[in-house]
């Protein structure tokens, strides 16, 4: 088993490119995430999936876009880049648990710099 | 605005001491996971606390939760210097579904 993997590893951007991150698990999970920690601070979640072909807005959605067209992939948009979102991007999964999510299993992040 | 407080947020603390790490949320929620994250590396969840009352331990580590408090304690007994590492609480509160709110986190250094 992978677990959780991340495409690219690291990303250097210029104002206004657009860019995808990818992110895959093999575990079966519903529930996916996506995450971005800035220096100093805890993790603030941008977009979450429950389930294939859903989506829904976290805390930081602005600038970002995500689709879940399979079950195991999780995608995720930047149209057009600034530099606020110079940061490291965590891709989670998790199964379901009482009616809510379980452990999230993280993947090893992005590093991206937007110049 | 929902608060998911971490105190303290950096401790030192001798091999062989007993400490512990507290974090403060400002909503409902019977849901409440604790992580750890080495530097530069990914997060490793540790605890999941699914109910009032509920207390779990590995090894070093033993986590609990109390909602009506809205209060989860992770406490360290007898620290060794592979416990150095940033310990981060996470909340999903009970009128958001599945949204995660994470603490600033914990850094913790064991010195020998």
């Known amino acids: 088993n992978a677990g959780v993997t991340q495409t690219p590893k690291f990303r250097v951007l210029k104002t206004g490119q657009s860019m995808t991150l990818l992110c895959a698990q093999d575990?079966?999970?519903?529930?996916m995430y996506w995450y971005r920690q800035d220096p100093g601070m805890g993790l603030r979640l941008i977009h979450y999936s429950v389930g294939e072909g859903t989506t829904a807005k976290g805390e930081v959605p602005d600038g970002y876009n995500v689709s879940r067209l399979k079950k195991q992939n999780f995608l995720l948009g930047l149209e057009s880049a600034a530099p606020s979102q110079t940061s490291v991007y965590f891709c989670?999964?998790?199964?379901?648990?009482?009616?809510?999510?379980?452990?999230?299993?993280f993947g090893p992040g992005t590093r991206l710099t937007v110049t | 605005e929902l608060k998911v407080e971490q105190n303290p947020l950096f401790l030192s603390m001798q091999e062989g001491k007993n400490y512990t790490i507290y974090c403060n949320y400002s909503?409902?929620?019977?849901?409440l996971y604790w992580y750890r994250q080495d530097p530069g590396k990914s997060l490793e969840s540790l605890f999941v606390l699914l109910s009032n009352g509920a207390v779990k331990q590995e090894g070093r580590l033993m986590a609990s939760l109390d909602t009506k408090a809205r209060l989860s304690t992770l406490h360290i007994t007898a620290a060794v210097h592979d416990l150095s590492a940033t310990y981060f609480c996470a909340v999903v509160p009970d009128n958001t579904g599945n949204q995660f709110y994470f603490g600033t986190g914990t850094s913790l250094t064991v010195i020998p």
């Open positions: 909503t409902t929620s019977d849901r």
């Open positions: 575990m079966n999970h519903e529930y």
């Open positions: 989670a999964s998790s199964s379901e648990s009482s009616g809510g999510p379980y452990e999230q299993y």
